[in-house]
């Protein structure tokens, strides 16, 4: 039967103008233009492949709505601030021969060149090896204990590897209450996180336990915490993005810590602010550390498709759901698409590695691109590039952050909250930046660029929240 | 007699659709839109009232464009670096008695509320007078000398007064070998520059002399020139437009510069620190000399119609310009529209008043706008205002500058070098961000905004040009 309003559209579409709306697959789409035939266009993606029934059951539960709304609360109401630096056997319980690292969990075996370089590293830095040979022998041979940084309140940069000894960034939730941990960054080239192990790196080790840890620690009991939440917020009004670009908040760090360093050590304190002035990274690990006890906050939400955590350890890329407790859902590492140092190439380059995107999971990294046109320039972008990378951000996100703004955006907050029915429904996958490390272990870095997550983790995810 | 193109032209006319062009003020334009009459609109201004003649004169000369090319490739080509920090009874021969102030020349009888304040603070300061009575009284009786600081290869914020024991930011120019001077930057609120003269105003000079001046200085001699042009360009690309923000620019300064300020003197090292760090100000005077060494470059070149000069001493706005030596052409002050402190409003405000607007001579500040939006947002505007601001600067300059880019332009280089026959003939006025100096002596600063320099200034300069 045909409704009067049901006749009416009948009789307008036999009496008036064909109007053309053209969705998806732009095939049809350019016929019409070639005709010149107007059209109204739909940006419109189909969703993931295979995904179709577990987001129909998904989408269709009203709970869901309900528990993202408090995750992402709780993700966007953390109040990050850095409260001291210590040594991870403090306060990890970290024991001798078991070691933190990056992305979700992995064997010596199926771990790649960089991540096995950091291990013989730290195996050497912790005085279990007295070369790299036999580092790596007691490494292969099960002696030794691997476990990720995420089970731990950790992160780690690149291949994230923590020992007992290094000292490591901590950061406490004003808002919430958690902790999490960081460790030191160590500056650029030759550095364990990238791999490598010479005795320069070694060396470089020691002095941050030795010098740098105490001095900050000491530093910080005197200014009092450190809002880091403030800090990035005003960074990136100031040109970064918080992951590939971490030079204005380096800076306002700097600025705000260097008098408690010279009362408290002041016959140290210039080759502290040396180091730290010597590298725009010192930051990152902080932000990392303040964006992990953020998303930390969001965990454990039952229902919740919100993700708070995507790490890589440089084999597998890995993703944690707060509806789905600590289960990771992974798919293989790809590798960055960037600029290359020097002499290096794309051969050159490891897959995807490091807990960095712990930035990307609470709107910053990627997300935050606009902020940082800089950044994509070293990748042939321009600005449009990265607004682009940005706005399409706000597509699978949750929610805009009240407090991390984009001036060239009018001051709008950053996408953040990555929620994965989204990202199943439009097929738009996060936008990470990062640096690439060389394959072969003791390499260090080799480039810097963009890569996006392998869509098998987030349709794994999407089928585990399903049948949950 | 029509030619076979004029008759063509004239075939077209008749037979084809006419087209119309509006140019200039709306009204036209807008008939033409009520009748929904396609029209091509060319943005055109009148030229200033009454400088027709000059124009005429001056566009006509080809020796003019020339002479600009020599002069703003001078403005663009300097490379200021901060050498050092010194006294200037040292620096700048200046006796006990002899006041530099900002803008142009002035005498106590004309100069407004803060000018005087300044003086008086000045004269506390260097021992010459007991009481603000006793020095008002002096200053009127005709017992000192006023001299600009333009006069004298220098420059100050605001009141811009300078006397023997100030110590100086020395700034040298490593591609002219020029050199440029501006006192240390005290901070905000109630301090001399604004014409506040109380104790705490002379205990803090008094302490800039003994502690801040000696520790930069040496602090300089370990490290070695900064490049001010490196960190203004990199200030541009973190959100300052170096005259109303120099937040960026002051932190890169710090983190450059501390690690030799503890090994010069460690145990004052916190304490100068601290100073520092308390005034995101504290680069716009390094900013200025460096600005103003730049514009000292291009002077006195025959000819040429470039302004390297833009200075307020709270009376009159003065400009100079490179063809025409060290004339001033001046108008009127204007009250800057502003966001007011506390409970001040318009009428506690003073007029414009300061040697700033050296930096957007060079290009920056209002100039330069687009790289700082968090700065409209302070006079209620917002992105496109700021964008609006730099865009329309390029209209009245010369070129774009090669080392100071706007990334939210696409990295263009920022409008710089003021050609004031573009200013006369598009009727469009420089734009300055400033401070607000309470009209009151003693009062310190109220406010601040934007304010635009009278076009008398520029008429007269215009028809000095054309008569030179």
Same mark, same amino acid.
Request: net charge negative.
């Given at each position: ?5 049901? *006749? ?8 008036? *103008?064909?109007?053309?709306?053209? !969705?998806?697959?732009?095939? @049809? ?18 969703p993931?492949?295979?995904t179709a029934p577990a987001l129909a059951e998904l989408l269709a539960d009203p709970r869901r709505e309900?528990a993202n ?5 709780? $993700? ?17 319980? $970290? ?13 010596? *075996? ?20 007295? +070369? ?56 650029? /080239? ?11 790196? #070694?060396?470089? @080790? ?10 900050? =620690? ?23 993005? @918080? ?7 380096? +800076? ?16 140290? %304190? %210039? ?22 006890? +953020? ?5 454990? !939400?039952?229902g919740s498709s ?11 890329? /890995?993703?944690?759901v707060?509806g ?16 290359? $140092? ?63 703004? #984009? ?10 909250? #990555?929620d994965i029915t989204l990202v199943a429904r ?9 640096? #690439? ?7 260090? =870095?080799?480039?810097?660029?963009? !890569? ?9 995810a999407l089928e585990a929240l399903a049948d949950a």
């Amino acid at each position: 039967m045909i409704t009067a309003k049901g *006749e009416g559209m009948t009789l307008s579409m036999l009496h008036g *103008e064909p109007r053309v709306i053209t !969705v998806g697959t732009s095939v @049809l789409s350019e016929a019409l233009d070639a005709q010149a035939v107007p059209q109204t266009r739909v940006d419109w993606r189909p969703p993931l492949p295979g995904t179709a029934p577990a987001l129909a059951e998904l989408l269709a539960d009203p709970r869901r709505e309900q528990a993202n709304d408090v995750a992402v609360g709780r $993700l966007l109401s953390a109040r990050p601030h850095l409260i001291g630096v210590r040594p991870a056997r403090d306060v990890l319980g $970290l024991e001798p021969g078991t070691f933190f690292h990056a992305g979700p969990p992995i064997t010596w *075996e199926r771990a790649s060149g960089p991540m096995r370089g950091a291990l013989i590293g730290a195996m050497l830095f912790e005085g279990l090896a007295a +070369s790299p040979e036999e580092a790596e022998h007691r490494l292969s041979s099960g002696g030794t204990t691997l476990d990720p940084c995420h089970h731990h309140r950790t992160v780690g940069p690149m291949a994230g590897v923590v020992s007992p000894s290094m000292w490591m960034l901590e950061v406490a939730d004003a808002e919430h209450g958690g902790t999490a941990y960081c460790s030191l960054n160590e500056g650029l /080239g030759k550095v364990l996180r990238y791999g490598a192990y010479g005795p320069e790196v #070694i060396d470089r @080790l020691r002095w941050m336990g030795e010098v740098l840890g105490p001095v900050l =620690q000491a530093a910080l009991e005197r200014s009092g915490p450190l809002d880091l939440r403030s800090l990035i917020a005003q960074a990136l009004q100031m040109g970064d993005e @918080l992951h590939n670009r971490n030079r204005a908040a380096t +800076s306002l760090l700097v600025r705000e810590i260097a008098p408690a360093i010279v009362d408290a050590a002041p016959e140290r %304190a %210039a080759e502290v602010l040396r180091f730290i002035n010597g590298n725009d990274h010192f930051f990152l690990n902080a932000g990392m550390a303040a964006a992990k006890v +953020s998303a930390d906050a969001a965990r454990n !939400v039952p229902g919740s498709s919100l993700v708070v955590a995507m790490a890589r350890n440089g084999t597998d890329f /890995g993703i944690q759901v707060s509806g789905l407790g600590n289960r990771w859902f992974t798919g293989p590492a790809g590798v960055p698409d960037g600029l290359y $140092l020097g002499a290096y190439g794309p051969d050159d380059a490891n897959p995807d590695i490091g807990d960095s995107t712990i930035t990307e999971t609470s709107g910053l990294g990627g997300f935050a691109m606009a902020a940082a046109p800089a950044i994509v320039r070293f990748v042939g972008g321009d600005v449009s590039d990265a607004v682009a990378a940005t706005t399409s951000m706000y597509e699978i996100t949750l929610a805009e952050h009240p407090a991390y703004q #984009i001036p060239g955006l009018g001051f709008r907050g950053t996408p953040v909250g #990555i929620d994965i029915t989204l990202v199943a429904r439009t097929g738009v996958l996060p936008v990470v930046n990062t640096g #690439i490390a060389g394959r072969v272990a003791g390499t260090g =870095q080799v480039g810097a660029g963009l !890569v996006s997550p392998p869509a098998d983790a987030f349709t794994a995810a999407l089928e585990a929240l399903a049948d949950a």
